[in-house]
C-alpha cells in the first residue's frame, strides 16, 4: 500500500484536493434543473440556470443560478488564474508519461494500465473526478494528461478554464448531466435553502479499498522497481 499512500499525500497537499475529495450530496432534481435550463452568454461569459423551490404560497418558482469561470475557481479551490495555460506540449506530456513508466507506443493509446500503479491510481482519480463523460475511464483524454503532467511537475495549468469549457460545450450540445457535484457545488454556493429530499440523492462512485485491489493487479517485472514522486 505504500505506493498508494504516497500518491494520496501527494494529491491532498495538491490544488485539486477539494476538487477530488470534496463530500458534496448530490440531488438528482437539482442537477437535471439545472442542465435543462443552462445558457451561455457569451458577452458577460456567464453560464445561467435555475433550480425551483416552492414559495410561500407552496408555489413552484425558479430562482437563478449563475457563474463564471472565476467562480467555478473559487468554490473548487483550484489555485490557477486566467493567464495559465490550457494546452501542454506534446513533447513535454509524452516524455514524462515515459517517466511514470509507460510502457506503450510512443504514438499509441494512453491506458492506465500501461503506467506504474501510483501512477494509475493518479490518474484513475484524476479521471474519475475531472472527465466530463462517461465511461472510457481506462483511456485518459489528452486534456485530462494535461492536467496530470502539469500537477506532477507542478507547473501551472489552467484546470478551471477547462472544466468551464466543457460546462459550455455540453450547454451548446445535447445537455448531459456532466460534472453533477460539481454543478452541486456551484448551487450550494448560491442557494442554501432547496429542498434536499433523501430520496433524491444521486449515487456517486467512491474510491473504496476494492479499487485499490484492482488497481494492484498488475504486477512488475522482476528487475523493476516502483517509481518515486519525485521526478
Known amino acids: 500500500m505504500t505506493p498508494y499512500k504516497d500518491m494520496a499525500k501527494f494529491l491532498r497537499e495538491s490544488r485539486v484536493n477539494k476538487a477530488l475529495t470534496d463530500r458534496t450530496i448530490v440531488y438528482e432534481s437539482h442537477v ?41 475557481r473559487r468554490v473548487l479551490d483550484l489555485g490557477d488564474n486566467d493567464n495559465d495555460p490550457t494546452i501542454v506540449p506534446e513533447r513535454l506530456c509524452k516524455g514524462l508519461w515515459f517517466r ?43 486534456y485530462i494528461m494535461n492536467i496530470i503532467t502539469c500537477l506532477v511537475l507542478n507547473r501551472q495549468y489552467n484546470i478551471s478554464q477547462v472544466l468551464f469549457d466543457h460546462m459550455v460545450d455540453n450547454i451548446r450540445g445535447e445537455k448531459y448531466i456532466i460534472y453533477p457535484r460539481f454543478i452541486q457545488m456551484m448551487i450550494n454556493d448560491q442557494v442554501t435553502d432547496l429542498p434536499k429530499d433523501p430520496a433524491d440523492v444521486m449515487n456517486l462512485r467512491n474510491m473504496k479499498s476494492d479499487t485499490l485491489s484492482r488497481l494492484s493487479q498488475y504486477k512488475l517485472k522482476k528487475d523493476e522497481t516502483e517509481p518515486r514522486l519525485s521526478i
Open 32 to 72: 437535471r434543473m439545472f442542465w435543462k435550463s443552462a445558457r451561455y452568454d457569451e458577452s458577460t461569459k456567464l453560464i445561467h440556470s435555475a433550480v425551483q423551490k416552492k414559495d410561500e404560497n407552496n408555489k413552484e418558482v425558479d430562482i437563478e443560478v449563475k457563474f463564471d469561470v472565476g467562480d467555478l
Open 100 to 142: 511514470m513508466g509507460f510502457t506503450g507506443h510512443v504514438n499509441g493509446k494512453y491506458l492506465k494500465f500501461m503506467f506504474r500503479r501510483p501512477y494509475k491510481f493518479l490518474i484513475h482519480c484524476i479521471v474519475h473526478a475531472l472527465s466530463h463523460r462517461k465511461g472510457s475511464y481506462d483511456e485518459p483524454s489528452d
